[in-house]
């Protein structure tokens, strides 16, 4: 594998948000999902993964930047020896752990049982005496690969944090429960619902999307909504039907409202990490009909003599 740093086209210096930024962006742009019949995006989007998987965890991130391991998790022995198996993807939805020989060529052959080397350069441990691999331990046998999906959660379910219905690649269904401070493009790892390997099974890392909606929009936690009222409503005052995740409700327009005016309701936004709900801020809009005669009949004659616009010095 090439340069991970390179790959997601982050310096050597990024932050650990500017390579999950970077990262995410790449992974949304690749996804097989999106790029159905186009080999080299599942290809881009393994390699992507891959690099994605080294940076993030700290302890791997640093030794590669020391050159104690190369781009593929591998370490750079004295022997030149490769890690360990599984690299790359199978199908556009797999991903592959890269744990290579931890420890080899810092001291003590602590991580990798040395003896299995020498067996496989001179035809045994006969040559080696008896206690050839005191102190060493063996390797552990590798898991097996990590499955991803994409799970598409629509707006107002992903308020709620409804449970949702996940198909596993073997056939079977889990509800899962939506975490805390969910935010689009936030992913979920399911710890032993991967494949089968030796070392036992991988995880399923799943991918969640909030669907945009038609009405409602997204500001931190809290929900936007404009809402068009008529003049007479503004004036008079009304009691009108809005929607909200939780479903319609009916809010009070107070006499003399404004276009522009913002009414909070509490605790209809999305849940905070703390548990805590943020608020839906519902937005006022007056609307004038463009051509109404009885109207024009009504305001014939009638001036508003504030003077609105004496802040501006204009």
């Known amino acids: 594998m090439a340069d991970p740093y390179s790959i997601l086209g982050v310096s050597r210096t990024a932050s650990e948000k500017d390579i999950k930024s970077a990262y995410r962006t790449l992974a949304k742009e690749l996804h097989p999902d999106r790029n159905a019949g186009k080999p080299n995006a599942a290809e881009r989007f393994a390699e992507v993964t891959r690099a994605y998987d080294l940076l ?44 290579g020989f931890e420890g080899f060529g810092q001291g003590g052959g602590e991580g990798i049982d040395l003896g299995d080397i020498f067996e496989g350069l001179f035809g045994g441990r006969g040559g080696m005496g008896a206690g050839a691999g ?29 449970p949702q219905r996940v198909t596993l690649s073997d056939g079977k269904t889990i509800d899962l429960k939506l975490p805390l401070g969910l935010v689009d493009g936030q992913q979920v790892r399911l710890g032993g619902k991967g494949e089968a390997g030796p070392g036992g099974f991988g995880d399923a890392i799943v991918t969640i999307e909030i669907e945009p909606s038609p009405h409602f929009e997204r500001d931190s936690d809290n929900i936007r909504l404009d809402v068009p009222i008529t003049l007479d409503e503004a004036i008079v005052g009304a009691k009108v039907r809005i929607p909200t995740v939780e479903g319609p409700v009916m809010m009070t327009v107070v006499p003399g409202s404004t276009s522009g005016k913002t009414l909070r309701l509490k605790g209809r936004g999305f849940t905070r990490k703390n548990g805590e709900r943020g608020d839906q ?30 802040k501006f010095n204009v």
């Open 56 to 99: 993030s965890d700290k302890d791997k991130r640093a030794r590669f930047d020391r050159g104690e391991i190369d781009a593929d998790g591998n370490p750079s022995g004295p022997f030149g020896f490769g890690g360990g198996q599984g690299g790359g993807y199978t199908g556009a939805q797999r991903g592959y752990r890269h744990d």
């Open 134 to 162: 005191a102190g060493t331990r063996r390797r552990p046998a590798p898991r097996g690969a990590n499955v991803t999906y994409t799970l598409r959660v629509p707006f107002d379910q992903a308020a709620r944090r409804e």
């Open 281 to 310: 801020l519902v937005t006022l809009l007056i609307d004038i009909p463009a051509e109404d005669p009885d109207l024009k009949a009504r305001l014939e004659g009638w001036r508003d003599g504030r003077d609105l616009r004496s």
